[in-house]
């Protein structure tokens, strides 16, 4: 005979057998062809999410944080009157948000270093309680890899007054040194670092568009311009961010590789682009473009000199390579990270070269005018193919790198509902690609869903938002709560073996018991 509680734990094993039963049921009824589980991606690829320094810390006053640009851009109204003085307080918060990314599943969180919290002059004195701040960040997350990049648009104002930041080349110097500081204080618990992140984006929005910090362009070409020079500060900061991430990529494998036995490399947004029609001249400037957003740093990292149609369209306002500065930088890197949203249909517009003078796009010459059409907080059309397309490109022209799919996501309206389905389905699809396009011979090793949270946006501040996790900037706690993106990710992160695919209709039954499990 069965006693009592024996028999009561048979029924809970039971009805525990029957959830499990019902769930799978559920799941599979809404099977696609596009089923995938964790399981399907070799144990040692990483999924992680991420943020950056200035768009979560806050604290931006304390503890000897020295400004960077993006305060004193957020702070001139650029950024639709929103800054980072709070942010989404990660400073003070950053224990209970490591347990969330354990709580979540993550395997990886990908985070920067603000530079001037650790150097507040860029150079020089080390500020103890930065070096405390990220040290105490990085043990927490020993659970999970922490993966770090040492620039994500936020270096310190200090040396934008003091020689013009990137358009000097004495960032070099100064960037080695910041790393430096960061490989020997944390590289114990640091495997991965990316030097740079968006290199190219960076360049364009912040010395040619004007739109990123620190804001330098030229009229015709930017917006409000004040100061710089869209025709030739693109290409000379590009330089030297190329010979700074080389510098320290060297510095990192001669001094530190051996003992730490990590990897490092360097970041780039890439869009995915093809051609509006198939007329020779579109297709011909589709290349061109890929040449432009993409090769302007590839090229070089990976072959030691830029692509041709730059040498040719920009012509003497290209910086040249010396012999010694193409081998730094051909092949300074371990892995390449790529930012990947969207795709874009490129039309030719060749006439722009007749311009006397000409800024990044100009040069460029293809049509901006249906891109430049979506700089609302509109969602991000879903093209998973795209991203397909994209790790193929990196296969065939560049030798099938490693690669790290450093930033992936959707964007909502910031206060719109917790019910993100559209960010569910973007994140299904894009993984989805992943995984055949790893099938298909792509060299990719991870994948960072962006972002953890609901952070402050580099170009829409607190309108738009593209977080597993919202923030009520009125509530004083700044309280994280989970998206239906959240339980997705997360659910796919921990379930091995079951299809992600049903979980939207599965988890609107089960939303009780994820949100008490997962309200903090
Ligand atoms: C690009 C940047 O790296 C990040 O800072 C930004 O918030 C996201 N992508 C979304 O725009």
Request: proline share 4%; with cysteine; aromatic share 14%.
């Amino acid at each position: 005979m069965l006693s009592k509680h024996c028999f009561g734990k048979k029924m809970l094993i039971l009805s525990y057998f029957f959830l499990f039963l019902l769930i799978n049921i559920s799941v599979t009824e809404v099977l696609g062809v596009d089923k995938f589980s964790r399981d399907d991606f070799p144990p040692d690829f990483v999924f992680g999410s991420g943020t950056s320094a200035y768009q979560v810390e806050g604290a931006a006053n304390e503890d000897g944080r020295g400004p960077s640009i993006w305060d004193s851009f957020s702070h001139s109204g650029k950024m639709h009157g929103a800054n980072g003085d709070i942010a989404c307080d990660q400073y003070h918060k950053y224990k209970d948000d490591v347990q969330l990314m354990v709580d979540t599943g993550l395997e990886a969180y990908r985070f920067s270093i603000s530079w001037s919290r650790l150097i507040p002059n860029g150079r020089g004195r080390v500020n103890p309680k930065g070096l405390q701040y990220y040290n105490n960040l990085i043990n927490e997350l020993s659970r999970i890899q922490p993966h770090v990049t040492l620039h994500h648009s936020d270096f310190p104002q200090a040396l934008e007054d003091k020689y013009g930041g990137w358009l000097s080349r004495k960032m070099v110097k100064d960037f080695t040194a910041y790393a430096d500081v960061c490989f020997r204080n944390f590289g114990d618990r640091v495997l991965h670092w990316t030097t740079m992140n968006e290199a190219n984006v960076f360049t364009i929005g912040s010395y040619n568009g004007g739109y990123l910090p620190p804001g330098h362009c030229s009229s015709p070409f930017g917006i409000n311009c004040t100061r710089g020079n869209s025709s030739t500060e693109p290409y000379l900061a590009t330089h030297h961010i190329l010979l700074a991430h080389a510098s320290a990529a060297r510095l990192y494998k001669e001094k530190y590789q051996d003992q730490q036995h990590g990897f490092i490399g360097i970041n780039l947004f890439a869009f995915w682009l093809h051609p509006l029609t198939n007329k020779t001249k579109d297709v011909i400037a589709t290349q061109r473009a890929k040449d432009f957003l993409i090769g302007w740093y590839a090229d070089p990292l990976v072959y030691g000199d830029y692509p041709d149609v730059m040498k040719k369209n920009v012509g003497s306002r290209l910086p040249a390579f010396t012999n010694l500065e193409s081998n730094l930088v051909k092949g300074s890197f371990d892995f390449l990270g790529l930012n990947y949203y969207a795709m874009l249909y490129i039309k030719d517009d060749s006439s722009k070269l007749n311009m006397e003078v000409r800024d990044f796009d100009a040069d460029m010459a293809i049509d901006l005018s249906a891109i430049q059409n979506d700089t609302s907080v509109n969602e991000i059309p879903t093209t998973p193919w795209a991203l397909q397309e994209l790790l193929e490109y990196f296969k065939q022209a560049y030798g099938n790198p490693p690669i790290y799919i450093h930033e992936n996501g959707q964007r909502t309206r910031r206060n719109s509902s917790l019910e993100d389905e559209p960010r569910v389905n973007y994140l299904h699809g894009h993984i989805g690609a992943l995984l055949d396009a790893l099938r298909n011979g792509s060299n990719t090793r991870g994948y960072f869903q962006w972002a953890f949270l609901d952070v402050l946006e580099l170009l829409d501040g607190y309108e738009s938002s593209f977080g597993l996790y919202y923030i009520d900037l009125d509530d004083p706690d700044l309280k994280r709560q989970p998206k239906l993106s959240a339980h997705w990710y997360s659910h796919f992160l921990k379930t091995k073996g079951v299809s992600s695919d049903g979980f939207i209709k599965l988890e609107k039954n089960l939303t009780a018991f994820s949100h008490a499990h997962f309200s903090r």
